[in-house]
């Protein structure tokens, strides 16, 4: 059954299904109703079901474009829920534009006998267009429809691992479990609600309360498992500052594993903000080496440290980098000191700042217990406990692992709306009369909110949003 909350589109779309640039092989894909005819304007034969047929792909006047496979899946037993046509040919760029060029040629083509198109119309997909036919003709709901773009996306190992979970349904099935239990005990209120006068024997005979709190733990649950898997997919944005030549472009190198900033003696080398994508256990950390903070009267290392603050100000975690070697001296410990304040004045709440004493290997003398972490940067020692502290800030839970789904923002929102309404139906719980009008009504909140993760009941603007941000040809 179509999905009933969007307008379902039925005429038949085309697209290359590929990433553009050279390849082995690409492939256009078509979505609609009557594929067929236009399978024998190409191949000049019937296709059978969902069975790969090799052959000449061929031009209007008959000329082979490619030698490629054609493969049919009838409705409903397609990607989309439609009739599909998919031609993999060989993946040059010209090639799949003649292909594509081709389809919609032979679609506007004119019988002269009757004076219409020989074949139905055929326009050029818009983004996420197969996607999105595929949610409204439920072959996936709203979460597994995004996790097939958080799966094309993913950064690392563990994030593609969570997204094909959720794309195989693992968030979906956690979330209809919850709302099924928001079902049965919804239920069981509005029949209360009929009989006053035995309200109080129903609620202790049918254990509401521990029905209600069982909900509550599972969603935390939910939850924490979606919040690690936002992780996987985001990452965190974590900004080196400090004076400069106290290692901050060499921290980076050494976190990267790779000479990605230029090093030297020379104070102020770094002008621009050098940036990397690392990985830890798999969670993505995008990591910004930024020039030194200090007073400076060259015009372009002062715009280098204005869009220093700049990337300070927006961070996730900002690691404040110290040099070890001159911690005992008074005017460049009176400038440290100075630059943690302005932190702390600019950060907004809640933003960790983590205090790390580089150069660890020449000190003279070891850093206290408690004053931050030491390292060196050139010889790696202490690389481990900053990568272990680092993820810590993140709020990543080791061993979570496999049981983490790709989650995004507006997920995260949704669990913590339903999260705030069931606490709101445990408090109208409490005391001698319980408020069951009140109890009802914060259960159906719950209920919508939850729902808007699968799109069970989703505004056509949301759809458009989500869909928009696709490649074309998925």
Same mark, same amino acid.
């Given at each position: 059954?179509?999905?009933?909350?969007?307008?379902?589109?039925?005429?038949?779309?085309?697209?290359?299904?590929?990433?553009?640039?050279?390849?082995?092989?690409?492939?256009? @894909?078509?979505?609609?109703?009557? &594929?067929?005819?236009?399978? @024998?304007?190409? /191949?000049?034969?019937?296709?059978?079901?969902?069975?790969?047929?090799?052959?000449?792909?061929?031009?209007?006047?008959?000329?082979?474009?490619?030698?490629?496979?054609?493969?049919?899946?009838?409705?409903?037993?397609?990607?989309?829920?439609?009739?599909?046509?998919?031609?993999?040919?060989?993946?040059?760029? &010209?090639?799949?534009?003649?292909?594509?060029?081709?389809?919609?040629?032979?679609?506007?083509?004119?019988?002269?006998?009757?004076?219409?198109?020989?074949?139905?119309?055929?326009?050029?997909?818009?983004?996420?267009?197969? /996607?999105?036919?595929?949610?409204?003709?439920?072959?996936?709901?709203?979460?597994?429809?995004? =996790?097939?773009?958080?799966?094309?996306?993913?950064?690392?190992?563990?994030?593609?691992?969570? =997204?094909?979970?959720?794309? =195989?349904?693992?968030?979906?099935?956690?979330?209809?479990?919850?709302?099924?239990?928001?079902?049965?005990?919804?239920?069981?209120? %509005?029949?209360?609600?009929?009989?006053?006068?035995? %309200?109080?024997?129903?609620?202790?005979?049918?254990?509401?309360?521990?029905?209600?709190?069982?909900?509550?733990?599972?969603?935390?649950?939910?939850?924490?498992?979606?919040?690690?898997?936002?992780?996987?997919?985001?990452?965190?944005?974590?900004? +080196?500052?400090?004076?400069?030549?106290?290692?901050?472009?060499?921290?980076?190198?050494?976190?990267?594993?790779?000479?990605?900033?230029? &090093?030297?003696?020379?104070?102020?080398?770094?002008?621009?903000?050098?940036?990397? /994508?690392?990985?830890?256990?798999?969670?993505?950390?995008?990591?910004?080496?930024?020039?030194?903070?200090?007073?400076?009267?060259?015009?372009?290392?002062?715009?280098?440290?204005?869009?220093?603050?700049?990337?300070?100000?927006?961070?996730?975690?900002?690691?404040?980098?110290?040099?070890?070697?001159?911690?005992?001296?008074?005017?460049?410990?009176?400038?440290?000191?100075?630059?943690?304040?302005?932190?702390?004045?600019?950060?907004?709440?809640?933003?960790?700042?983590?205090?790390?004493?580089?150069?660890?290997?020449?000190?003279?003398?070891?850093?206290?217990?408690?004053?931050?972490?030491?390292?060196?940067?050139?010889?790696?020692?202490?690389?481990?406990?900053?990568?272990?502290?680092?993820?810590?800030?993140?709020?990543?839970?080791?061993?979570?692992? %496999?049981?983490?789904?790709? =989650?995004?923002?507006?997920?995260?929102?949704?669990?913590?709306?339903?999260?705030?309404?069931?606490?709101?139906?445990?408090?109208?719980?409490?005391?001698?009369?319980?408020?069951?009008?009140?109890?009802?009504?914060?259960?159906?909140?719950?209920?919508?909110?939850?729902? %808007? +993760?699968?799109?069970?009941?989703?505004?056509?603007?949301?759809?458009?949003?989500?869909?928009?941000?696709?490649?074309?040809?998925?």
């Amino acid at each position: 059954m179509p999905h009933r909350f969007a307008v379902l589109r039925t005429d038949p779309i085309v697209a290359i299904a590929t990433a553009p640039g050279r390849g082995a092989v690409g492939i256009v @894909r078509v979505s609609g109703a009557q &594929v067929m005819p236009l399978a @024998r304007a190409l /191949t000049g034969r019937e296709l059978a079901p969902r069975l790969a047929t090799y052959g000449p792909l061929r031009d209007a006047d008959g000329s082979p474009i490619d030698h490629a496979l054609a493969l049919h899946f009838p409705a409903p037993h397609s990607y989309t829920g439609e009739d599909v046509l998919e031609l993999h040919a060989h993946g040059g760029p &010209v090639v799949l534009q003649l292909l594509l060029a081709r389809c919609l040629q032979a679609a506007a083509e004119i019988d002269p006998a009757t004076g219409a198109p020989r074949l139905p119309r055929l326009r050029l997909a818009r983004p996420g267009e197969f /996607t999105e036919r595929a949610f409204l003709n439920d072959k996936l709901d709203l979460a597994q429809a995004e =996790a097939v773009m958080d799966l094309i996306d993913a950064s690392t190992e563990a994030a593609a691992r969570s =997204a094909s979970r959720s794309l =195989a349904g693992a968030f979906s099935q956690a979330v209809h479990a919850l709302t099924d239990g928001l079902i049965q005990l919804r239920l069981l209120i %509005e029949a209360t609600l009929d009989f006053p006068e035995e %309200e109080i024997d129903v609620l202790q005979a049918r254990d509401v309360r521990g029905q209600l709190s069982k909900l509550q733990h599972d969603l935390a649950d939910v939850q924490a498992r979606a919040r690690q898997g936002a992780l996987l997919r985001e990452g965190i944005k974590v900004v +080196i500052a400090g004076q400069p030549n106290a290692g901050k472009s060499s921290l980076l190198n050494a976190l990267a594993g790779a000479e990605l900033a230029i &090093v030297t003696p020379v104070a102020g080398t770094t002008r621009d903000v050098v940036r990397e /994508t690392i990985q830890i256990q798999g969670v993505p950390l995008h990591v910004l080496d930024t020039a030194g903070l200090r007073e400076s009267r060259d015009e372009v290392e002062r715009i280098g440290i204005e869009r220093a603050w700049q990337h300070i100000e927006s961070a996730d975690a900002v690691l404040l980098l110290y040099d070890l070697t001159r911690r005992s001296e008074p005017s460049h410990a009176a400038e440290d000191a100075r630059i943690a304040t302005e932190l702390a004045e600019r950060l907004p709440p809640g933003v960790p700042v983590l205090h790390v004493w580089n150069k660890h290997d020449a000190a003279p003398d070891p850093l206290p217990l408690g004053e931050g972490i030491a390292l060196s940067a050139r010889t790696g020692a202490g690389l481990d406990a900053l990568r272990q502290r680092l993820l810590e800030l993140a709020g990543w839970q080791a061993g979570a692992g %496999e049981g983490q789904f790709i =989650a995004r923002e507006r997920h995260l929102q949704a669990l913590s709306r339903a999260a705030a309404h069931l606490n709101a139906a445990a408090a109208h719980l409490q005391g001698a009369a319980p408020l069951l009008d009140l109890l009802a009504e914060e259960l159906r909140l719950a209920q919508s909110s939850l729902s %808007e +993760i699968t799109g069970a009941f989703s505004a056509d603007d949301l759809l458009g949003a989500i869909f928009s941000r696709f490649c074309i040809g998925k």
